[in-house]
């Protein structure tokens, strides 16, 4: 560390925070007056004991400890109100004493213009002036008593004296009033900024362990679609850069080798354990082309025994047709290699053989086929469960954005209408909902949700976001049956009822379980923010009668409200970089006036222009929405 950061962090030291704000800056000054006065006061006290003055000695002393108590004080209560006053009153004192035989004639009385910077800074501007006028007064009378044996001062230097000393009063006062108020002005404009990040960062370490989970359900997921059933071919998944990846039971009895044995001994790359000397340009092959490769080669197990295997690979697909991985398929025909070195005639079994195995690897691509076509079928199970635009037109002017990240989504939006119970008149609600997972895990929990939505609202009649979300989460926990199992599954929600009421004006009731609603009201140039509870629904670490909080409010009818899932927030780009809330918020009060559909469209664009070639994080839902 080096000496100036010693330096600033020894003089902030006491208060926790910026040196900007106003305590801190009061600790610095406390802290700068107390090291001169400890330094001043521990030389004056040697210079006693050495010149044998030992009551001098000990009242320095005596103020070198009351000034290091102050310091401790400060440190450990972190309270400047203590402090700043001892010190004020110590000067307040020495100020006097200046005056009198202890100090210098008219040169002494110079450090009075110290005091007003002290007592203005440190304990504010009212109990500031208060000191700075005591000393006034007391300079004042010292000036028309005139005590016998003191220190004496002509008219001339009184009016000058204390002309100037009030005209340095009113200054510092005045910097100190400008300053306070530019400071202000300066909190309150980036309040809101500074709230949204430390949100973000709050947030950032959740996100980070959910999404590292769900990359390993995922993976254990691909495998399971890709190896429908065992094969005694042994079988590969490469990544793109030749590192094996996962090998199956049928691997280890024609190799010798386990996985684990595989990475224990350092042969996990594609290179160390196949010597076809092509090896670079069949991968290449696959990953550029999409081409399937066969190939063979004399290997060597791991008990030293050789053998002649024919590999196959095969690209595989993700759901947007591109290529992500390499399935491997070999096979033993080292007795076909002796056969077709001692005897020519059995060439033809040797090509039954391989064609047996394009065979196989034709059933492989079917079942790949046949279950890829099944998630699309899901798909359009999964449709049946969205509200129909029909139903939205009827109620508002809306607009969405829904992208899942695989052909089915764990996210899902939700609507319905009941009549109220109060006045007969239609009330409405709307949920954004985000499950954990997506893809078809995501899917199965999205079915889940949205028939617990519609039995607690429409058949037990639970009308209050607050009680649906409570009662949402125990439901989920029951059906997951997560008391009795690992089932750590949950939704986030953010579910909003509209209401009308009189004189366009409507009433608006929101609870969000880790979702937050944003809403524009025409009248209030900024967007604003309604906060939901830091609880998620569903998962073993929530308790099953934990209860949500609600926010009613009555607003303007040509409010625009957003609600949205964290997946356009958490993309990131090539850089690495997330779009994050604050470029969110950031568009859409740029674009706040203008239509649903446009403000739609300018945030597609702008994600997309973000996001570029980048694969999608999760599943993407939108909505805006406003009441007709």
Known sequence: MNSSSFFTKYLASGIEGNIQ???????????????????????????????????YAATMLLFFLLLAGNVIYLRIKKDTLLPGHFLVNLMLLMEIALLTKLGTGETGILWFYLFPVLSFFVLGRSI??????????????????????????????????????????????VFEIIRAKTYQALVKTNEQKTYYLIQTEQQKEEIIVQSEKLKDSNKELEKLSIVASETTNAIKIIKPNGIIEWVNKGFSKLYGFTFNELKDRDLLDIHKIDNTINIDLFIKKCLTHGEHCNYETLTERKDGKKVWVHSTLSPIYNEKDEIVKIIAIDSDISA?????????????????????????????????EM????????????????????????????AIIYRPKHIVSGDFYWF?????????????????????????PGAFMSLIGSRLLNEIVNERK?????????????????????????????????????????????????????????????????????????????????????????????????????????GLIDQNNAERKRFGTTKLFHILDENKCKSLNNQKLILENQFDLFKEAEDQRDDITFMFLKLK
């Open 21 to 55: 704000e106003p305590d801190v800056r009061k600790a610095v000054i406390i802290n700068v007056f107390a090291v001169f006065g400890l330094l001043t006061m521990s030389t004056f006290s040697i210079v006693g004991l050495l010149g044998h003055r030992y009551v």
């Open 128 to 173: 500031g002036s208060i000191y700075v006028g005591t000393l006034t007064l007391i300079t004042i009378i010292y000036f028309k008593i005139s005590p016998e044996g003191f220190n004496q001062y002509n008219s001339n230097t009184q009016f000058r004296f204390i002309f100037s000393f009030i005209v340095t009063a009113g200054m510092t006062l």
């Open 336 to 368: 076909l290699k002796d056969a077709e070195t001692a005897i020519k005639q059995q060439s033809e079994e040797i090509r039954a053989q391989k064609e047996a195995l394009t065979e196989q690897n034709k059933k492989i691509e079917i079942q790949h």
């Open 371 to 398: 279950i890829k076509g099944s998630i699309r079928y899901a798909k359009k199970i999964q449709a049946t469960i969205l509200p129909s635009a029909k139903s939205l037109d009827k109620f508002y002017e809306w």
């Open 416 to 440: 319905t209408s009941i009549e109220s119970p109060l006045n007969e008149q239609l009330i409405s609600y709307v949920a954004i909902v985000d499950c954990t997972g997506h893809g078809v």
């Open 462 to 566: 639970i009308l209050e976001p607050k009680d649906i979300l409570t009662k949402l989460n125990t439901e989920v926990q029951k059906a997951l049956r997560q008391s009795e199992t690992d089932n750590n599954d949950g939704m986030d929600v953010a579910i909003i009822r509209f209401e009308k009421a009189e004189n366009d004006c409507i009433n608006v009731a929101y609870a969000g379980a880790k979702r937050n609603l944003v809403y524009y009201e025409p009248k209030i140039p900024n967007l604003q923010l309604m906060e939901g509870d830091r609880k998620g629904i569903g998962g073993k670490s929530n308790r099953m009668d934990f209860q949500f909080n609600q926010i009613s409010k009555c607003l303007q009818k040509e409010t625009v409200f957003y609600a949205y899932t964290d």
